[in-house]
């Protein structure tokens, strides 16, 4: 297919007269020149969103399926189980639930029944606060920005909700950040507002990233969070190749998006724990760099430049999104690698980690539970946590930072609480290094 190259049309005349104003040095000529062509790759860029939802989800009709059957008495006006939700980043979790919720609506309005369904990224509403002022608004209850006690916002939900006689169907997802950040009393006392009603109600559908998450939680609200579970396991390399030509075959012009470049995208990413969502943005942002450069055809190179470019971005989010503790023992690792100081054990890292929070101000946790902390960035690949033997004195943990340090600075730089801690230099003894 012949592509138009040049902006010809009458109704950029305008536009043409003002690129030639703007001289041939303007950076941007070129940039706006491109921009308005016609698309050589792409068709319909939204499909290639993380949010966007297909009518077909590969590989996930069971768990639609369960899913519904679990969400199904809501239909009939009595109130379903809750329902714990977890597995990995990119395993179709979220795509599952708004799909669920998405065809048990149109039902609902179909036959006029009183039942609603909300979704809520705790992530994005960040607060307690603001997570109880979505579940208002969603059933009608304006609640200000700010000002209010968390105690006033929850009780006006509450109440409008018996008096509205309605069933509400809320997701929470990553709702392992409001319980890591906040404790679990909010989920206890949702979990415990169906007491009071006779009809009507709320329903949770709780999603997780974190397999371990459930360990956080007291038992009390476990049980009743957990009434139902549904586990999803990661993709696999063929599995992560239909969701992709599914996709492509929408998103893409026939014949720019060979099946050998779907092929990698699917290979890469089931390297990464089988995650859907980083094959789609792989082959995403390899399109985009196709396209960029004036190629008709995604090739391997421009996966391989994708590849890099997404994994400097995930990084950064992955650690500036940390919980505040979690970023304390990464921002110590930081300052001392910084100074040189390496091959660290848990006990002198855990006196400066002391030591920073004193200058913050903030109440520092205790040493085992910043033991977990270390375990959980040792998953999470940020640093490799190792038991060594220390002969008579016994055993201990030896400590070393993987990320790249200039990664690092730039989420602390990001970040308005530590930024401050730049320039400090820990106090250095013998005793931190092996």
């Known amino acids: 297919?012949?592509?138009?190259?040049?902006?010809?049309?009458?109704?950029?005349?305008?536009?043409?007269?003002?690129?030639?104003?703007?001289?041939?040095?303007?950076?941007?000529?070129?940039?706006?020149?491109?921009?308005?062509?016609?698309?050589?790759?792409?068709?319909?860029?939204?499909?290639?969103?993380?949010?966007?939802?297909?009518?077909n989800l590969p590989h996930r009709s069971e768990h639609i399926r369960r899913l519904g059957e679990i969400l199904s008495p809501s239909l009939r006006?009595?109130?379903?189980?809750?329902?714990?939700?977890?597995?990995?980043?990119?395993?179709?979790k979220t795509a599952v639930v708004k799909y669920v919720f998405n065809r048990f609506r149109e039902a609902a309005e179909l036959e006029g029944l009183p039942l609603q369904f909300t979704y809520i990224n705790c992530r994005i509403a960040g607060t307690e606060y603001r997570v109880l002022a979505e579940l208002c608004e969603s059933i009608g209850v304006k609640v200000p920005f700010t000002g209010l006690s968390k105690a006033e916002v929850f009780n006006r939900f509450r109440s409008s909700l018996r008096e509205k006689n309605t069933i509400l169907i809320t997701c929470l997802d990553e709702i392992d950040i409001l319980v890591k950040n906040y404790g679990d009393n909010l989920l206890y006392e949702l979990t415990r507002v169906n007491e009071s009603f006779d009809t009507g109600g709320l329903n949770i559908v709780g999603v997780s990233n974190d397999l371990h998450f459930k360990e956080l939680l007291d038992p009390r609200v476990l049980s009743s969070l957990s009434e139902e579970e549904l586990v999803f396991h990661p993709y696999t390399a063929p599995e992560l190749v239909d969701i992709l030509m599914e996709r492509a075959t929408i998103a893409f012009y026939p014949g720019t998006v060979p099946e050998e470049v779907v092929k990698l995208c699917a290979a890469l990413a089931a390297q990464e724990h089988g995650d859907a969502r980083r094959a789609i943005d792989l082959l995403r942002v390899?399109?985009?760099?196709?396209?960029?450069?004036?190629?008709?055809?995604?090739?391997?190179?421009?996966?391989?430049?994708?590849?890099?470019?997404?994994?400097r971005g995930r990084i950064f989010e992955a650690l500036s999104t940390l919980p505040l503790h979690s970023k304390l023992v990464l921002t110590?690792?930081?300052?001392?690698?910084?100074?040189?100081?390496?091959?660290?054990?848990?006990?002198?890292?855990?006196?400066?980690?002391?030591?920073?929070?004193?200058?913050?101000?903030?109440?520092p946790l205790s040493d085992r539970r910043v033991s977990t902390l270390i375990s959980e960035l040792d998953m999470l690949g940020v640093l490799k946590s190792e038991v060594v033997s220390l002969g008579r004195y016994g055993r201990t943990r030896r400590i070393t930072i993987m990320t790249p340090l200039d990664e690092v600075q730039q989420v602390i730089e990001?970040?308005?609480?530590?930024?401050s801690l730049l320039n400090y230099k820990p106090i250095v003894k013998d005793k931190y290094s092996l």
């Open 1 to 55: 297919m012949k592509e138009n190259t040049k902006i010809e049309d009458k109704s950029f005349r305008g536009l043409n007269l003002q690129l030639k104003q703007w001289g041939s040095e303007d950076p941007l000529q070129d940039v706006v020149r491109k921009a308005l062509q016609k698309p050589r790759i792409f068709k319909d860029r939204r499909v290639m969103r993380s949010d966007y939802i297909p009518g």
């Open 77 to 92: 006006l009595s109130r379903a189980s809750n329902v714990f939700i977890y597995g990995k980043t990119g395993t179709g």
């Open 286 to 311: 390899a399109a985009e760099i196709a396209e960029r450069s004036g190629a008709h055809i995604v090739e391997e190179k421009h996966v391989r430049l994708a590849q890099n470019m997404i994994e």
């Open 332 to 363: 110590t690792l930081y300052l001392l690698a910084r100074n040189d100081i390496h091959n660290l054990t848990s006990g002198p890292l855990y006196e400066t980690y002391r030591e920073i929070c004193s200058l913050l101000g903030i109440e």
């Open 414 to 419: 990001s970040d308005e609480l530590l930024k």
